[in-house]
């Protein structure tokens, strides 16, 4: 599921632009203790901004790499 995987990486990487206005990893590292309390709204349902940048980014390896639920 190599579309599931570019789908979560895609969606990760954009908010994480989004939001830190910067994909290098010094300044988002940074930036990361003022954005603990972010809550984002998301297909109606509110998460935690790390937590739904970690979803995505993690759900993007899972489907890049094969993992269990997401080969084929």
Excluded: C, E
Excluded at 7 to 25: A, C, E, K, Q
């Amino acid at each position: 599921m190599n579309r599931i995987g570019d789908f979560g990486l895609l969606i990760g990487i954009l908010v994480i632009f989004h939001y830190f206005r910067s994909v290098d990893f010094a300044v988002i590292f940074i930036l990361i203790p003022y954005f603990v309390g972010i809550k984002i709204k998301f297909l109606n349902y509110q998460f935690n901004l790390l937590f739904f940048i970690s979803l995505f980014l993690f759900l993007g390896s899972m489907g890049k790499s094969a993992q269990l639920g997401l080969h084929t």
